[in-house]
Structure formats: structure tokens, C-alpha cells
T-cell receptor, first 117, second 113 residues
Framework: AQSVTQLDSQVPVFEEAPVELRCNYS??????LFWYVQYPNQGLQLLLK??????LVKGINGFEAEFNKSQTSFHLRKPSVHISDTAEYFC???????????????FGKGTLLTVNP | EAQVTQNPRYLITVTGKKLTVTCSQNMNHEYMSWYRQDPGLGLRQIYY???????DKGDVPEGYKVSRKEKRNFPLILESPSPNQTSLYFC????????????FGPGTRLTVL
């Protein structure tokens, strides 16, 4: 069964500091990987996704993530955060079900990033 | 404006009283799905629809029903709500399938007393 593990439930950082939000997945087959962001009292929006090709993926708002197949990881990074980056971040993976015909999107439990002045 | 809308945004109801949460998208998307979000559990998929008249269970379908009679609409039905269905519900749509970018609605906060 596919699972997504976000290793930190909360990450507090100071403004202009770098940040890394960690995500690991378990799968023996190829996967598609995503990071979504949820600002307070809003729905989710896509930050970036990895489907194939270059393992370094750049997204919106200066975020990037690196797909590491050997480590089964897809960590999200930003070199310098702003107060406005305060939000909850969700890692997600598309997995295939039995027979490869039943694709489902599974989310991690989320990481709350709090950027302090 | 391209968007996913949900109604109502907030609902307080009592155990056993049937309710429907509507979801509509104006982007001509094929794929639609429902999620519930609970503290510490992230988002869990309830049902999804690959296209009109084709729906399938997600990870937590018990106690929910859906229908997809038109491409733009995907209502979520709770025939007999129970307190454990108190949650924040999100509808989402994407162009063709689940690995396309999901566009989320604003959410419906449901409380079942």
C-alpha cells in the first residue's frame, strides 16, 4: 500500500531563513509526486509536481523540490522564506491500485510552516 | 473566472438528517473528487469521478454517496450523517485525471450534532 510520510508536523523558522519540508513515500512502482499549499481558511493550491524528467522541480513562489528515487523522498525547499509563506504544506503521491488501472491521490498529514519576524 | 464552487460553505445539522453538498466547476474538467480534512490526518479521498457516469470509491467512502450526471457537477450526499462525519470537505477537479493539477474549492465546514 502507498503511504506518504511528512516527517515534521510543524516547522517554525525566522523570516529570510532557508527551509526544508521533508516528505518520504513508500512505493515499489513509479509514482507521481506533488506539493500543495493551504493558506489559512483557503483551499489547496498546487506548488509543484514531479511527473518525469529532471529530478529538480521548480514551483511557484520560489519553492523547489528534488525527487530522489533511491531515498524515496521528495523534499520541498526554499532558500529564503517570507512571512507570507506561513501556511500548511501537503505532500501527495499518485499511486496505482491493483492492476494498475485505479489511480488514487494520497496526501500526507501536512506540515505547518510558521515564519516569524 | 475559472473556479470550483461549493455550497454551502458552513453547515450545522443533526444526526440522521440527509444533506447534500454541491460542487460545480466551470473549467470543463473530466476528473472530480471529494476529500475530507481532519486535524492531524491530512486530506483523505472520499470518492472520485473519472468522467460523467463513472465514479469510484476513494479511501474513506463509508457513509457517503456521489453522483455525476453532468460534467460540471459532483454533489456529495450524506444520507444519514453521524457526528464522526464532522469535518472540512473539499471538492476538486482536474483536466483529465488525478495526476493533472487539482483545483480545489473553498471548502465546506460541516458539523453534525
Amino acid at each position: 500500500a502507498q503511504s506518504v510520510t511528512q516527517l515534521d508536523s510543524q516547522v517554525p523558522v525566522f523570516e529570510e531563513a532557508p527551509v526544508e519540508l521533508r516528505c518520504n513515500y513508500s512505493s515499489s512502482v513509479s509514482v507521481y509526486l506533488f506539493w500543495y499549499v493551504q493558506y489559512p481558511n483557503q483551499g489547496l493550491q498546487l506548488l509543484l509536481k514531479y511527473l518525469s524528467g529532471s529530478t529538480l522541480v521548480k514551483g511557484i513562489n520560489g519553492f523547489e523540490a528534488e525527487f530522489n528515487k533511491s531515498q524515496t523522498s521528495f523534499h520541498l525547499r526554499k532558500p529564503s522564506v517570507h512571512i507570507s509563506d506561513t501556511a500548511e504544506y501537503f505532500c501527495a503521491v499518485v499511486r496505482s491500485g491493483s492492476g494498475g488501472s485505479n489511480y488514487k491521490l494520497t496526501f500526507g498529514k501536512g506540515t505547518l510552516l510558521t515564519v516569524n519576524p | 473566472e475559472a473556479q470550483v464552487t461549493q455550497n454551502p460553505r458552513y453547515l450545522i445539522t443533526v444526526t440522521g438528517k440527509k444533506l447534500t453538498v454541491t460542487c460545480s466547476q466551470n473549467m470543463n474538467h473530466e476528473y472530480m473528487s471529494w476529500y475530507r480534512q481532519d486535524p492531524g490526518l491530512g486530506l483523505r479521498q472520499i470518492y472520485y469521478s473519472m468522467n460523467v457516469e463513472v465514479t469510484d470509491k476513494g479511501d474513506v467512502p463509508e457513509g457517503y454517496k456521489v453522483s455525476r450526471k453532468e460534467k460540471r457537477n459532483f454533489p456529495l450526499i450524506l444520507e444519514s450523517p453521524s457526528p464522526n462525519q464532522t469535518s472540512l470537505y473539499f471538492c476538486a477537479s482536474s483536466l483529465q485525471w488525478v495526476a493533472d493539477t487539482q483545483y480545489f474549492g473553498p471548502g465546506t465546514r460541516l458539523t453534525v450534532l
